[in-house]
């Protein structure tokens, strides 16, 4: 059964700190101003591309992304690694199950900060933001904000958005690192109605000018297929799983399976059926140890109880939302970053498969 309660292990006499290799590159000109016009939040701040990929996040945001670089990675650790708003929080909760031998007794507690660290939520969170949770009352956003990770016990879970490229450079050679994708034309929606959930949209943002925001990668941590195609890349390496959204939504017991056998798990049949039900959508919604209900009254939310974290999860949905235009320049979109790739996505399921 797992500890949450145990002490953290002594680090090991720290490596040699690797500096962080990209400075930021700032934007300018007409794309600054899309960015500012439709994130209120960075109009002052400004915003600025990291990286190979152009990751997105304040100019300030480099000191951060140095401590990310030194985060220390031991054997037994794993990491769940996806872009926002791909499966996330689904794929963190099977995976703690899965690695804690099915302890649902242990799995009522707070996903994070209890059992997962999120790695760069300081980081890529406006300077507003991050001082009024600091000066706040909500002892929740501030132990996902400031705890650090080595007062964790280990082995450690983390969560991040992190592009590989900008994570610990022995991430995968030490750690097991679990990567989920999902279609991107669901995924547009559903993080369109997330960063308004969190107040970082403009109330007047509408989707048709989200959805070019997002193909041309404007959008804090995007863009999104430099992201993927890294890790898609990487789907060989023995100590990586590449999972899609859509395969667990089709056929959740056998990827739970995969998952295990993956960490070395061996579930019995009754675990996996039990871990079925756990995980199914419907009821992931209505677990409080995981479905961040209490984001409504934090103070990076917009207060509104109405909006949820966890809205639909459904594979498709975009069809509901999208124009004939919106959906004509996103299929380009994706036919000219997946050309010659050998990845594709599925974009819809039968209502009744779901």
């Avoid at 930021?24 to 701040?45: K, Q, T």
Wanted: contains cysteine.
């Amino acid at each position: 059964m797992a500890d949450p309660a145990r002490e953290p292990e002594p680090e090991p006499e720290p490596e040699e700190r690797l500096p962080f290799p990209w400075d930021p590159v700032p934007l300018a000109g007409e794309r600054l101003a899309r960015m500012a016009g439709a994130f209120p939040d960075y109009r002052e701040e400004g915003l600025a591309g990291f990286g190979p990929s152009g990751y997105v996040a304040m100019p300030d945001s480099k000191p951060f992304f140095e401590e990310y670089y030194n985060t220390p990675v031991h054997p037994g650790d794993i990491w769940v690694v996806t872009l926002p708003k791909c499966g996330t929080t689904w794929t963190q909760e099977l995976v703690w199950l899965l690695q804690n031998d099915c302890d649902f007794e242990g799995a009522k507690s707070m996903l994070m900060p209890d059992r997962y660290h999120f790695l760069e939520i300081t980081g890529v969170t406006a300077r507003s933001v991050r001082e009024k949770i600091r000066d706040g009352e909500d002892p929740l956003s501030r132990r996902i904000f400031f705890d650090p990770i080595e007062s964790r016990p280990r082995p450690w879970f983390v969560k991040t958005h992190l592009p590989l490229h900008m994570c610990p450079p022995k991430l995968l050679d030490t750690a097991k690192v679990v990567y989920i994708v999902r279609n991107p034309k669901d995924v547009c929606i559903s993080y369109y109605h997330h960063l308004h959930l969190y107040n970082e949209a403009a109330a007047d943002l509408t989707l048709e000018t989200f959805v070019d925001l997002f193909i041309d990668g404007l959008v804090t941590q995007l863009p999104f297929f430099p992201h993927v195609l890294e890790a898609w890349r990487q789907r060989h390496h023995p100590n990586m799983l590449f999972l899609f959204f859509e395969d667990l939504k089709k056929d959740l017991r056998g990827n739970i399976a995969r998952v295990a056998e993956f960490l070395g798990k061996t579930p019995t049949d009754e675990q996996l059926d039990k871990l079925a039900e756990h995980l199914h959508f419907s009821n992931l919604k209505n677990n409080p140890w995981v479905n961040w209900e209490w984001i409504a009254k934090s103070a990076w939310s917009t207060g509104d109880p109405n909006k949820k974290f966890m809205r639909k999860g459904k594979t498709g949905d975009w069809k509901n939302h999208f124009t004939p235009e919106m959906d004509r320049k996103m299929t380009g979109w994706m036919e000219r970053e997946l050309e010659g790739t050998g990845l594709s996505f599925v974009l819809d399921i039968p209502e009744e498969q779901q």
